[in-house]
């Protein structure tokens, strides 16, 4: 089941962060209680779906997004490797961007790293487009209109 994030995710979440995007990033990250700090931060700016067995049960995904103007941006996306390629990447990115355009949100962005040639598949998958390359944060941003032209 897809929910809104409740605040005991919060750990489950950092340990998805933890265990499935830190090992794929090309940067340093802080260890355990500074790291833990800083995603609880994260995630309490915006909203965060979360994918659970069931109401009370452990994150197995979540999707964090924030909203700038008429843009929705996608901050973070992990499943549970256990739980991947069942489709909960696609299902939470579907309901962000539903989500978004009941925000107003035209556009939707994500920044991917640019060693991750999983994740820009996924994303091209879901019809967003490379926008720019920035190789000194070493990622690419990538977008996908929230409307019918």
């Given at each position: 089941?897809?929910?809104?994030?409740?605040?005991?995710?919060?750990?489950?979440?950092?340990?998805?962060?933890?265990?499935?995007?830190?090992?794929?990033?090309?940067?340093?990250?802080?260890?355990?209680?500074?790291?833990?700090?800083?995603?609880?931060?994260?995630?309490?700016?915006?909203?965060?779906?979360?994918?659970?067995?069931?109401?009370?049960?452990?994150?197995?995904?979540f999707?964090?997004?924030?909203?700038?103007?008429?843009?929705?941006?996608i901050?973070?996306?992990?499943?549970?490797?256990?739980?991947?390629?069942?489709?909960?990447?696609?299902?939470?990115?579907?309901?962000?961007?539903?989500?978004?355009?009941?925000?107003?949100?035209?556009?939707?962005?994500?920044?991917?790293?640019?060693?991750?040639?999983?994740?820009?598949?996924?994303?091209?998958?879901?019809?967003?487009?490379?926008?720019?390359?920035?190789?000194?944060?070493?990622?690419?941003?990538?977008?996908?209109p929230?409307?019918?032209?």
């Open positions: 089941m897809i929910r809104w994030r409740q605040p005991r995710d919060d750990n489950g979440i950092v340990r998805l962060v933890k265990t499935q995007l830190v090992p794929l990033s090309p940067w340093q990250h802080p260890r355990d209680s500074r790291l833990h700090t800083q995603i609880t931060q994260r995630i309490r700016k915006g909203a965060t779906l979360v994918v659970a067995q069931s109401r009370r049960s452990e994150p197995i995904g999707l964090h997004m924030e909203f700038r103007y008429k843009t929705l941006f901050d973070l996306l992990a499943v549970d490797s256990r739980y991947q390629n069942m489709h909960w990447g696609t299902e939470l990115m579907a309901r962000a961007e539903q989500y978004g355009r009941k925000k107003g949100c035209m556009m939707s962005h994500v920044f991917v790293d640019d060693n991750n040639d999983r994740a820009l598949r996924f994303y091209h998958r879901l019809g967003y487009r490379t926008v720019r390359v920035i190789p000194d944060l070493k990622v690419i941003e990538l977008a996908k929230l409307f019918d032209a």
